[in-house]
């Protein structure tokens, strides 16, 4: 497609349940990322994906959160066992490899659990 | 560790004013420097970028911004916003010496009043 594509936009859970977010990058764009946005917040970086290489997973806060990319492609974030801090909108981007190029957005999942 | 700090949270100007946001980083090497911008309801973009070169970018929409080394800052600037200016606005840097991940301010909103 010609943007990021994220689903669903808009999720409500109950605390303690599993949720999946999908990220469907950019034809062509070997790089993923996932961040988190929080009211107040800035942009937290979790999670990277850059072809075949292992995933910097540094950003992800707790073990509960895990994500994976299938055939270089779309990719999956993953929170376990929700809690109300969780809430948030998580956003996926995409880029071509290499320093300094910009990232596209998708436009997001809103996560609230409840 | 990196960290970007925009200083002004909140902005309410009154269309026509001149704008200046605030952003400063901390590394001491070499960086790429972005401001990306969500508008009500829209995902993240790219609103102007610097790499190297001319400290003085322009960006879309009549946009520019000042990279100024000395001071660690890239402060965001136009001389004349309009109400469609009305969005949130985020600092970012990426370091040049092996990372890709973009560390972001934690935003300005900018509300011009018509």
């Known amino acids: 497609g010609a943007g990021v594509s994220q689903s669903p936009s808009n999720k409500v859970t109950e605390k303690g349940k599993d949720v999946e977010l999908r990220c469907d990058p950019i034809s062509g764009h070997t790089a993923l990322y996932w961040y988190r946005q929080s009211l107040g917040q800035g942009l937290e970086f979790l999670i990277y994906f850059q072809g075949n290489s292992a995933p910097d997973k540094s950003g992800l806060p707790s073990d509960r959160f895990s994500a994976e990319r299938t055939g270089g492609s779309v990719s999956t974030l993953t929170i376990q066992r929700t809690q109300q801090e969780d809430s948030a909108v998580y956003l996926c981007?995409?880029?071509?490899?290499?320093?300094?190029?910009?990232?596209?957005f998708g436009s997001g999942t809103r996560l609230t659990v409840v | 560790a990196q960290s970007v700090s925009q200083h002004n949270h909140h902005v309410i100007l009154s269309e026509a004013a001149s704008l200046e946001l605030g952003c400063n980083y901390s590394y001491g090497g070499t960086v790429n420097l972005f401001w990306y911008v969500q508008y009500p309801g829209q995902h993240l973009q790219l609103l102007l970028k610097?790499?190297?070169?001319?400290?003085l970018v322009k960006g879309i929409k009549g946009f520019e911004a000042e990279f100024i080394k000395s001071k660690f800052s890239f402060n965001l600037r136009k001389p004349s916003v309009q109400w469609s200016d009305t969005a949130e606005y985020f600092c970012?840097?990426?370091?040049?010496?092996?990372?890709?991940?973009?560390?972001f301010g934690t935003g300005t909103r900018l509300k011009v009043l018509a």
């Open positions: 981007a995409s880029s071509h490899p290499g320093q300094g190029k910009g990232y596209t």
């Open positions: 610097y790499f190297s070169g001319d400290p």
């Open positions: 970012a840097v990426n370091t040049t010496s092996g990372t890709y991940k973009y560390i």
